[in-house]
C-alpha cells in the first residue's frame, strides 16, 4: 500500500473540505439542501463534505456504475441505485468524487434536471480536463489534477486503495 505516490496529502483535503463547506453552509443556509452522492467513489467525499456544511441538509444515494477494463473506460454508464426522494422540493448538490470523461456526470445531471429541483449544483473533489470527452463541467471542483489514473479517498482501481486517507497516483 506504500510505494503510491501522494498527490494530493490528507490535510490539503481536509483544509480544502472546510473552506468549500463553509462557502456551501453560507450559500443554502436556510434553504431547503439535499447532497447526493454518487456511489461508491464519492462516499468518503460526501462524509466530510456533509460535516463542513454547519447548515441544515438531507443525504441521498445513487449509484452510476462507469465501467472500466482496469484503468480505461468503456464509455458505459448506468445507474444502479436511485434516490428515495422526491427532489422537487430541494436544492440540490451532487457530490462526485471525480470528472473524468464527463460521461458519468453529463447523464446524472441530465436525469435529475428532468425531476425539476429547486436548483442544482455539481461539486467533484477531483477535475481531469483533460480526459474530457463531452461537454461537462462541475460547477465547483476542489482540485485539478493531470492525466493520471489516481486512488485512495474513495478512488478505487478494480475496486481496492478506495480506503486510503490521500490521494496516490496509481503505479500498478
Ligand atoms: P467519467 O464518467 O469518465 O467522468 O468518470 C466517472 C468515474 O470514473 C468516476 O466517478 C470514477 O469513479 C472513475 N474514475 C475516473 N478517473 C478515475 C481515476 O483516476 N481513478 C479512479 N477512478 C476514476
Ligand atoms: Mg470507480
Known amino acids: 500500500m506504500n510505494n503510491h505516490n501522494i498527490i494530493i496529502t490528507e490535510e490539503e483535503i481536509k483544509n480544502k473540505i472546510a473552506f468549500v ?15 447526493v452522492s454518487i456511489l461508491k467513489g464519492a462516499f468518503v467525499f460526501m462524509a466530510d463534505l456533509c460535516r463542513a456544511i454547519d447548515a441544515p ?4 444515494f445513487m449509484c452510476a456504475k462507469s465501467y472500466y477494463n482496469g484503468t480505461v473506460s ?4 448506468s ?8 427532489i422537487s422540493k430541494y436544492h440540490v448538490i ?9 460521461r458519468t456526470l453529463s447523464l446524472v445531471v441530465d436525469n435529475l434536471k428532468a425531476r425539476n429541483p429547486l436548483s442544482l449544483k455539481v461539486v467533484a473533489l477531483l ?15 476542489l482540485f ?5 489514473f489516481v486512488i485512495g479517498y474513495g ?10 486517507p490521500y490521494i496516490a497516483e496509481f503505479k500498478g
Do not use: H, M, W
Open 155 to 164: 478512488l478505487d482501481c478494480d475496486e481496492k486503495y478506495r480506503n486510503l
Open 21 to 35: 463547506g463553509k462557502q456551501l453552509a453560507a450559500e443554502y443556509r436556510g434553504k431547503p439542501l439535499l447532497l
Open 74 to 77: 468503456t464509455g458505459t454508464v
Open 57 to 60: 441538509l438531507e443525504i441521498g
Open 127 to 141: 477535475d481531469k480536463p483533460s480526459r474530457r470527452l463531452v461537454d461537462f463541467d462541475a460547477d465547483l471542483s
Open 144 to 148: 485539478t489534477i493531470p492525466d493520471l
Open 94 to 102: 451532487i457530490v462526485e468524487d471525480i470528472v473524468d470523461t464527463g
Open 79 to 86: 445507474i444502479t441505485l436511485d434516490l428515495d426522494q422526491d
